[in-house]
């Protein structure tokens, strides 16, 4: 029992009870502002889980990820825009071109490690940019307005902001389960042993490039499904999602938050966004206080929050 009330249990335990009941909360107290803020949160949080099990688990920095969001938002405004309005085709035509992307991207990259992995991550991020700018039919560089969302049966319908907040909800969590799964089979502990000494995992007698490229395509599916979900939240998708900065973003919450950790890209989404959302209310130049606090988290916390939290408890 006493093992149970940990710091980061304890924290963890709080933080899921709020998002559970963060309806219940707004409808008392008359804030429906933060419904919205934080169905962006945990759209955004799953993005980075996925990104954790490449970067965190794996040992691939992307920067690049954030394109998959924009491969999958784009699905959905296309299809809408076309009249196709149906989520039975929406979303799977969403995972299915996020999973070819990365599928294609991933046979490239994983050739080169380091840096050059790096950069043609972030190459291919700006290249699919530039040919979303150049969808003229689809708005170009001013970006697509989706004028309805995803359709399902009755009695689900996202156009509710409650119904679809849980739906992101529900869906964040299967996928930290579906992650902890992953990670936790001979599949994911191949890919982290690729992480520690690719080599050696080769001599023995695993193919690593192609485990590494499963997980790869698997990160750029669940990031395309986010791509779908924010798409209907904002009801609007532009080329600016796919920019190698909100890949940059990603990236910080994963840190912040902990890297290899379960829930550790929620933590670092829900502290990053709701300290750009209370910064950016106090000051226009909220990024210069923003900049410092995560600062003094990469040099003082290893391990991002979560491993602040396990010193607490080791204390």
Request: charged fraction near 10%.
């Amino acid at each position: 029992m006493i093992r149970l009330l940990t710091p980061r249990n304890v924290v963890l335990a709080v933080l899921l009870a709020f998002l559970v009941l963060l309806p219940v909360y707004a409808a008392v107290f008359g804030k429906p502002f933060v419904v919205t803020l934080f169905t962006r949160i945990v759209i955004l949080a799953m993005a980075a889980v996925s990104l954790n099990l490449i970067m965190g688990y794996g040992g691939m920095v992307s920067f690049g990820h954030a394109v998959y969001i924009g491969i999958g938002g784009y699905v959905v405004g296309i299809l809408a825009h076309e009249g196709v309005l149906s989520g039975f085709v929406q979303w799977p035509l969403a995972l299915i071109a996020s999973a070819l992307a990365a599928l294609i991207i991933g046979v490239l990259c994983l050739r080169t490690r380091g840096v050059y992995f790096i950069m043609i991550t972030l190459a291919f991020a700006q290249l699919l940019y530039y040919v979303a700018i150049g969808l003229d039919r689809y708005g170009g560089d001013d970006g697509l307005t989706v004028y309805s969302r995803s359709e399902f049966f009755a009695p689900l319908d996202l156009a509710h902001k409650t119904q679809f907040y849980y739906v992101c909800l529900v869906l964040l969590f299967a996928v930290i389960g579906l992650t902890w799964r992953i990670v936790n089979s001979r599949f994911g502990l191949v890919v982290q042993g690729a992480r520690s000494n690719d080599l050696r995992m080769q001599a023995i007698g695993f193919p690593t490039f192609r485990y590494k490229l499963a997980c790869f395509v698997i990160a750029g599916t669940i990031c395309g499904l986010s791509g779908a979900l924010l798409a209907n939240h904002t009801e609007f998708v532009s080329p600016a999602v796919m920019h190698w900065t909100r890949s940059g973003d990603l990236i910080v919450m994963v840190v912040l938050g902990g890297m290899a950790t379960p829930f550790g890209p929620v933590v670092g989404a829900v502290a990053l966004l709701v300290l750009e959302e209370a910064l950016s209310g106090i000051t226009e130049y909220w990024q210069i206080i923003l900049g410092p606090l995560l600062l003094l988290v990469v040099l003082f916390a290893r391990g991002g929050i979560m491993g602040l939290l396990r010193l607490g408890r080791a204390s």
